[in-house]
């Protein structure tokens, strides 16, 4: 008989420390896996003793999936308005029309990233598609602090 590798035997397999059995047949667990309860949190994620709550409370899951619903609108009417199929965005976003579809339907919330590719690519600003209110320039008398004067010396 010929001299053969390891792995030409049914049952073994290379590894690191050598030639191992492989257990072929094992029976699956029927019982769950019981996972550790902690019974406090970690003390990483405790706050100190009369630390103040943190500024942002939890998020309103109706609130945020609103947001998410109207972020997918307005993708859709941008892409609408320039005449663009889900698919040919998804093709140029390098993204799957999927991905696309679960966006504009706000099921998905997309990373900053690829909000700022689809902005580009339907001639956006991130702010108009995130729908950020513009900052206008304080006129001079309210940056230096001032009151504006009229003609009589009224405010």
Do not use: K, N
């Amino acid at each position: 008989m010929a001299s053969v590798g390891p792995c030409a035997y049914r049952g073994y397999r290379p590894s690191f420390h050598g030639r191992q059995r492989m257990r072929m047949h094992q029976p699956i667990p029927t019982t769950p896996v019981r996972r550790r309860q902690h019974q406090r949190p970690r003390p990483s994620l405790q706050r100190p003793h009369g630390a103040p709550a943190p500024l942002l409370g939890p998020l309103d899951p109706q609130l945020s999936s609103a947001r998410l619903e109207a972020l997918g609108a307005r993708l859709t009417a941008a892409r609408l308005a320039r005449g663009a199929r889900q698919t040919d965005l998804a093709r140029a976003a390098h993204l799957s029309q999927t991905h696309i579809s679960q966006i504009e339907r706000g099921v998905r919330l997309p990373p900053l990233d690829t909000l700022c590719v689809l902005a580009q690519l339907l001639g956006l600003d991130l702010g108009e598609l995130l729908e950020v209110p513009a900052r206008t320039p304080a006129a001079p008398h309210q940056a230096a602090g001032r009151q504006p004067e009229t003609s009589d010396g009224r405010c």
